[in-house]
């Protein structure tokens, strides 16, 4: 699934996925939906299947009816409630439903309370578990982030807190403030893989593009079309996507063009087997198109859609976050909504598997300034709402410029600039004095000069001036120059 809980936090299921760069001895774009496999937490789900069951993931949805997280029972309700156990005579399995509780916190109680006495049924936590330790603004921004969307998981939550308000909240304290609010874990089932899965990422932009087609239909129209996109492999980024009525050759050539134009070529492009990208005799439109411009074509393997895990797992967060409950009027309408979607997921979506950054900052090679300057915005609004308990207005700016870094942010009403090696500078963002006021321009008004006529303009009038002006001009030098010579 697109989630999955992690020792109480929820992790986004995109993560890196790889083949082997030449022929795409790969796997799946993760090991559980894209959540990597060797995690903390997964028990059989990040190893090998031995009992051949369907493995089970869980996710953070809502309780029926809006019910909430109910709170630690007290000692002594333990007490009675496992004295009234033992006398029953039932089993845990079918006393625990009539409380409420589960067997094993049955079992946990009775151990305890043999070993220790009541002693043992004490609560020895130094705080509530129902008590998250989080301001009332970053409380409700993260309700208000999960019932906006409820596919995002814990750790996409805190890291958009991060970057949005600048509300600090670890995945833990996001899980701890869903639970209270009546979210609860639930089992999912999700796809066996193979238990060895391998992955691959090139190190720098546009060392490799991946490139494939997705279709969906127009409801409206009832009307199949085709998306081809291009991204790069290094940081997600789509370089280039294209909506049409047919997937050809042609037009995978023209979105090649399109993204090479906009983002400089790549030293190579990834495709699978389609007969947009290869033919069975000879050489391909799209290979010959590469070769023209020095760019390797790598050919993943037949029928393994996993090489191209990507691109292949950007498709289903396209699918999921737009396509599927869009109702489109038209291909037009289609194309622009698409476009806003992936401007969206290159800029402003943070993507786990590349260290949750966005697209565009590793695209761009500003990752490290874009984390630097936003835990130092964290901070600094930390701070803020610990002293007047509002939060300041998000400001900063960051980024490259001519291969040097840079950033700005807001330091109360200043704008500080600093620069790749930590020198600080004030920036005046207001304009100068006395400078504020637009010009006037003053149209002439309507209907109160005649119209040129024929073979004349109204500019006429002030060609002549200029004419007077410099014939002035030429009789006051040739007069000056007739007295020197006298």
Not at 63 to 78: D, M
Not at 198 to 222: G, Y
Not at 413 to 419: F, K, L, S, V
Request: with cysteine.
């Amino acid at each position: 699934m697109s989630e999955v809980l992690v020792n109480g936090s929820e992790f986004d299921a995109e993560r890196s996925e790889g083949p082997s760069p030449e022929r795409g001895e790969a796997s799946d774009s993760g090991g559980f939906e894209g959540a990597g496999a060797g995690q903390e937490g997964f028990g059989p789900v990040g190893g090998p299947n031995l009992t051949g069951a369907r493995r089970r993931g869980r996710r953070m949805v809502k309780r029926p009816g809006g019910r909430g997280y109910s709170p630690p029972v007290k000692p002594e309700e333990r007490l009675l409630i496992l004295d009234t156990w033992l006398r029953s005579g039932l089993g845990a399995t079918d006393f625990a439903p009539l409380v409420g509780l589960s067997p094993h916190t049955l079992y946990g109680w009775r151990k305890k309370f043999e070993e220790r006495g009541p002693e043992g049924l004490a609560d020895h936590r130094a705080r509530g578990r129902g008590s998250s330790r989080v301001s009332e603004v970053t409380r409700r921004s993260i309700l208000l982030l999960k019932e906006r969307d409820p596919d995002l998981g814990c750790e996409a939550i805190s890291e958009m807190l991060l970057r949005g308000p600048g509300h600090p909240a670890s995945a833990n304290a996001v899980a701890r403030v869903l639970q209270e609010a009546g979210y609860h874990g639930e089992l999912v089932e999700t796809r066996p893989h193979k238990p060895k899965v391998t992955r691959f990422e090139r190190s720098r932009p546009n060392q490799l593009w991946q490139t494939d087609i997705f279709t969906f239909t127009l409801k409206r129209q009832n009307r199949r079309v085709y998306l081809i996109g291009f991204m790069d492999d290094f940081s997600r980024f789509m370089v280039g996507h294209g909506i049409y009525a047919s997937a050809t050759a042609q037009l995978a050539i023209e979105v090649l063009r399109s993204g090479i134009d906009r983002f400089n070529p790549p030293e190579e492009v990834l495709t699978d087997n389609g007969p947009q990208y290869v033919t069975w005799r000879g050489r391909s439109a799209f290979v010959k198109e590469l070769e023209k411009r020095g760019i390797k074509h790598i050919l993943a393997r037949p029928r393994h859609p996993q090489t191209l895990g990507k691109i292949e797992r950007f498709w289903g967060t396209l699918w999921r976050g737009c396509v599927q409950t869009a109702v489109f009027r038209d291909l037009d309408e289609a194309r622009e909504r698409v476009k806003l979607f992936i401007e969206h997921y290159n800029f402003h979506r943070p993507h786990q598997g590349i260290d949750n950054a966005t697209p565009a900052d590793r695209f761009f090679e500003a990752a490290p300034e874009v984390k630097k300057t936003l835990k130092e915005r964290a901070a600094a609004n930390g701070d803020e709402l610990a002293r007047n308990g509002l939060p300041t207005d998000p400001f900063y700016v960051t980024g490259r410029v001519a291969g040097k870094s840079f950033s700005l942010h807001a330091e109360g009403e200043r704008i500080i600039m600093t620069g790749e090696g930590g020198e600080r500078k004030e920036v005046d963002l207001k304009s100068p004095e006395g400078g504020g006021a637009e010009p006037t321009v003053i149209l002439p008004e309507a209907g109160n000069e005649e119209p040129p006529g024929p073979g004349e303009s109204p500019l006429d009038e002030g060609l002549q001036r200029l004419r007077d002006a410099f014939g002035e001009r030429e009789e006051k030098e040739s007069g000056d120059e007739q007295v020197a010579r006298a």
